[in-house]
């Protein structure tokens, strides 16, 4: 297996470590006047502007990609997570991490492992939520390869540079209904927080629908990333949630592959692998330390690494929507994504 150069974590700019960040308030000031200049509607819990390009964020959210676009230089080594928030981004975060780094951080060493320390969102960033954010035009040049960033935004709004540099693209998407009332319940902590009343779980499904929760709608993000995928297989893996938890072990060793640290055949790796199967489980992230007391900077203030975890099981839906609004869902998926050969 050929070596990623180890990477400090949660790893800090050389700026930044020494307090001296370089911003740049203005550019930020710029984008933010061009979102307030965008059509907005009520959000599950901030409101949503609705890109040109058709996708919708909040505010903090859209500047940051916006300033990600203009800023961020992609490297052909640089991995980069997309995905819909919900989807699974915690997990695969934490395999890629794993994976990549499983040298300098071996997963037969549980207890030594970067996990106990940081939550997987600071082991990979978000260049919209995190990097570029707060002002912040962080230099990423000194980082080691392979540089691991994530992202939310549509393939569409990607940092140009990202597809032009042939970087790798890691993509994991999740039934609509899970993804739904997983996001309907991570929402209405910070409603609570935030002294507002609960969103009910058909007023969330309703503002899915219409394609008013972040980075949405889903369907046309899960498409973009589709037909990269089968446009560039080489540059895109597309991954679901729900195969994953069938078999994890496979995935991980399509995720090695892909990003070009593969295992090898032999029991000594198959053990490698069913190591980083357990380390980045549910049962055992949502147990540590770092998860059940740690936070992670975003935009949107400081986030309880626990909130990325709530059952991590496939089908939860059905406990909570009505039949009528999951074959509402179930009916635009299918209408949306005839012709493509995509099913989730
Ligand atoms: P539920 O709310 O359905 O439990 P994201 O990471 O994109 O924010 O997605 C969060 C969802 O992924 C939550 O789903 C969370 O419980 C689940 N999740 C987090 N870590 C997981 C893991 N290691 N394995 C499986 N699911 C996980």
Same mark, same amino acid.
């Not at 990477?7 to 984008?31: D, I, K, M, S, V």
């Not at 499983?102 to 997987?120: I, K, Q, W, Y």
């Not at 912040?136 to 549509?154: E, G, M, Q, S, W």
């Not at 779980?201 to 949405?216: K, N, R, V």
């Given at each position: 297996?050929?070596?990623?150069?180890?990477?400090?974590?949660?790893?800090?700019?050389?700026?930044?470590?020494?307090?001296?960040?370089?911003?740049?308030? =203005?550019?930020?000031?710029?984008?933010? @006047?061009?979102?307030?200049?965008?059509?907005?509607?009520?959000?599950?819990?901030?409101?949503?502007y609705r890109h040109d390009q058709g996708?919708?964020? *909040?505010?903090?959210?859209?500047?940051?990609?916006?300033?990600?676009?203009?800023?961020?230089?992609?490297? *052909?080594?640089?991995?980069?997570?997309?995905?819909?928030?919900?989807? /699974?981004?915690?997990?695969?975060?934490?395999?890629?991490?794993?994976?990549?780094?499983?040298?300098?951080?071996?997963?037969?060493?549980? +207890? %030594?492992?970067?996990?106990?320390?940081? %939550?997987?969102?600071?082991?990979?960033?978000?260049?919209?939520?995190?990097?570029?954010?707060?002002?912040?035009?962080?230099? !990423?040049?000194?980082?080691? +390869?392979?540089? !691991?960033?994530?992202?939310?935004?549509?393939?569409?709004?990607?940092?140009?540079?990202?597809?032009?540099?042939?970087?790798?693209?890691?993509?994991?998407?999740? +039934? *609509?209904?899970?993804?739904?009332?997983?996001?309907?319940?991570?929402?209405?902590?910070?409603?609570?927080?935030? %002294?507002?009343?609960?969103?009910?779980?058909?007023?969330?499904?309703e503002l899915f629908c219409d394609g008013?929760?972040?980075?949405?709608?889903?369907?046309?993000?899960?498409?973009g990333y589709w037909r990269a995928y089968?446009?560039?297989?080489?540059?895109?893996?597309?991954? &679901?949630?729900?195969?994953?938890?069938?078999? *994890?072990?496979?995935?991980?060793? &399509?995720?090695?592959?892909?990003?070009? !640290?593969?295992?090898?055949?032999?029991? =000594?790796?198959?053990?490698?692998?069913?190591?980083?199967?357990?380390?980045?489980?549910?049962?055992?992230?949502?147990?540590?330390?770092?998860?059940?007391?740690?936070?992670?900077?975003? @935009?949107?203030?400081?986030?309880?690494?626990?909130?990325?975890? &709530?059952?991590?099981?496939? %089908?939860?839906?059905?406990?909570?929507?009505?039949?009528?609004?999951? &074959?509402?869902?179930? /009916?635009?998926?299918?209408?949306?994504?005839?012709?493509?050969?995509?099913?989730?």
């Amino acid at each position: 297996m050929s070596s990623a150069s180890s990477q400090t974590f949660p790893w800090r700019t050389e700026q930044e470590a020494n307090g001296e960040a370089e911003t740049n308030a =203005e550019l930020y000031e710029h984008f933010a @006047s061009l979102v307030a200049s965008l059509p907005s509607s009520k959000g599950m819990l901030n409101p949503v502007y609705r890109h040109d390009q058709g996708w919708h964020a *909040p505010m903090d959210m859209m500047v940051g990609a916006m300033v990600a676009d203009a800023c961020f230089t992609a490297r *052909p080594s640089d991995i980069i997570v997309a995905t819909l928030p919900k989807s /699974g981004t915690t997990w695969i975060k934490s395999l890629l991490y794993a994976t990549v780094h499983r040298e300098e951080h071996p997963v037969d060493d549980a +207890d %030594g492992h970067p996990f106990n320390s940081v %939550g997987p969102h600071e082991c990979i960033k978000f260049l919209e939520y995190q990097i570029y954010s707060g002002g912040k035009i962080p230099d !990423l040049d000194k980082l080691p +390869d392979p540089r !691991l960033f994530a992202t939310h935004v549509p393939f569409v709004a990607l940092p140009r540079t990202i597809m032009t540099a042939s970087c790798k693209i890691v993509y994991v998407c999740r +039934d *609509p209904k899970d993804t739904v009332i997983s996001w309907w319940h991570f929402i209405n902590k910070f409603r609570a927080r935030a %002294g507002m009343d609960p969103l009910s779980a058909e007023s969330a499904a309703e503002l899915f629908c219409d394609g008013m929760s972040g980075f949405g709608p889903y369907w046309d993000h899960v498409l973009g990333y589709w037909r990269a995928y089968l446009a560039h297989p080489e540059q895109v893996l597309f991954f &679901r949630y729900e195969e994953m938890q069938r078999d *994890p072990a496979a995935h991980v060793r &399509r995720l090695a592959e892909f990003v070009g !640290l593969p295992f090898g055949a032999g029991r =000594e790796e198959d053990a490698v692998v069913d190591a980083i199967v357990s380390l980045c489980s549910f049962k055992h992230m949502s147990g540590l330390k770092a998860t059940k007391g740690g936070m992670t900077d975003t @935009s949107s203030g400081a986030l309880e690494n626990n909130s990325f975890f &709530r059952r991590g099981m496939v %089908g939860d839906w059905a406990n909570h929507l009505t039949p009528e609004t999951a &074959r509402r869902i179930d /009916g635009i998926t299918k209408a949306k994504f005839k012709g493509s050969g995509l099913s989730v």
